[in-house]
């Protein structure tokens, strides 16, 4: 074990040495992923749980707690919710806030039942499951409506990832996605806090966070919006630079730090900000150039967290198995079912609509987010926490290989480009 003073002594090296191993165990395994049409960050994940207590930590304990001992987690926490950050900021340039405007309706219905659909399938499943793996303490309504946020929730980075990956952010499908998830998981996330408010007690923090949030994204769009828009069409006519690349990022640790303080996550402040730039703006061209390269450094050990602190082993014996079957079942039919059928009988063809559910099923780290958060306050179990890590990386292991099944885009063949057969604007940044 580490000790405080070692660790002091050379806090530096430890973090340095801790992102190269997971920057070169990425790398790797991100390398052999894109290979077996799987997207990188799939293999970013898999070297956490390679290099943490899953697999590293069982056949090698001395090495791992030399490379990431528990003081140092922290470090390297603050380290991915950076990256993560600047690349969700990123992924808001490229989704347009005019082009989620014009889609206000059907951006809503999918996104209702993007989130209702799921939350149900939770709900009832939590029913047996309250009775078999639920803390005993833990009324049955609170686990119940954790349950349903942890079947509803879509993991928004890795979904933005995902689709930078196979070059989807700038199509309609990755726009209608993301928008979906924006606004699927904001209400995840409020409902998140109503579940955590009455497990503490504290009603009106989940209500004070329902309000923040809802008068959040209003100023971003009716307020904030325009102002941008009014200045860069003076700077335009003047021959000059709207905002220095410092003073928008400064807007960027804002925005995050705001959403973040209301209840929501970070990345849905850094996400509105840069859906409020206009995406064909020189600004918009320009700022990725800037972002992309810390982003790309500082991303990979976001996900590599995940890993480290994940133990498969906890999940054992047939009948934890079949707990763990049924939850990714129940899982996958509620979000691609959920999605796929109001899109179908809101006009797209059946592929389109399945691809469509396929992406809304994408959990990652959103989901393991919330589970953790389940798991600090005590609405759910160890060995629950452990099937719901698996269920998260099952539903984000199947999307790639549904999406080549699905949709003629997102072919081996074709991947690199947009449907219409011309650069994404993802391409710009690799």
């Not at 309250?130 to 119940?144: K, N």
């Amino acid at each position: 074990m580490v000790s405080e003073d070692e660790l002091a002594g050379g806090v530096l090296f430890r973090v340095l040495a801790a992102l190269v191993a997971i920057l070169v165990a990425g790398r790797a395994l991100g390398w052999l992923c894109r290979h077996l049409h799987q997207p990188p960050v799939v293999g970013e994940v898999i070297a956490g749980i390679v290099l943490g207590p899953s697999l590293l930590g069982r056949s090698w304990p001395e090495a791992m707690d030399a490379l990431f001992p528990s003081q140092l987690l922290p470090h390297l926490a603050v380290l991915g919710q950076l990256g993560v950050i600047l690349y969700m900021f990123q992924v808001g340039l490229e989704a347009s806030g005019e082009w989620l405007r014009s889609r206000t309706t059907a951006t809503l219905v999918l996104a209702a039942a993007n989130i209702i659909v799921p939350l149900a399938g939770g709900v009832l499943l939590a029913v047996p499951l309250h009775a078999a793996l639920a803390p005993r303490d833990v009324p049955l309504p609170i686990f119940a409506l954790f349950m349903g946020v942890a079947l509803a929730i879509t993991a928004f980075p890795v979904l933005a990832r995902i689709l930078t990956d196979l070059k989807l952010t700038a199509t309609d499908l990755g726009r209608l996605a993301l928008a979906c998830a924006a606004v699927g998981d904001a209400a995840a996330w409020c409902l998140l806090a109503v579940a955590a408010g009455a497990a503490r007690g504290r009603w009106t923090h989940a209500v004070a966070t329902v309000a923040l949030a809802g008068l959040f994204v209003a100023l971003a769009f009716f307020v904030v919006a325009p102002i941008v828009r009014r200045r860069m069409a003076r700077a335009g006519k003047a021959g000059r630079a709207p905002f220095s690349v410092e003073f928008v990022l400064l807007g960027v640790l804002i925005a995050a730090a705001v959403s973040e303080g209301i209840g929501l996550h970070a990345v849905f402040g850094a996400f509105l900000l840069g859906a409020v730039i206009p995406a064909n703006s020189a600004l918009a061209r320009r700022l990725p150039n800037v972002t992309g390269g810390v982003s790309s450094l500082l991303l990979p050990a976001f996900f590599a967290l995940t890993g480290l602190r994940t133990q498969i082993t906890l999940v054992q014996g047939s009948e934890s198995w079949l707990w763990c079957g049924l939850i990714i079942v129940v899982a996958t039919v509620g979000k691609v079912a959920g999605v796929a059928i109001p899109a179908r009988l809101a006009g797209s063809d059946w592929r389109s609509a399945a691809a469509l559910g396929v992406l809304m099923n994408t959990r990652g780290l959103m989901e393991l987010i919330v589970v953790n958060i389940g798991l600090d306050l005590g609405i759910i179990s160890p060995q629950l926490y452990a099937m719901l890590v698996v269920m998260a990386l099952a539903t984000t292991l199947m999307t790639t290989p549904l999406l080549i099944w699905l949709a003629a885009p997102v072919s081996p063949s074709s991947i690199g480009r947009s449907p219409c057969g011309t650069a994404s604007a993802s391409d710009t940044q690799s």
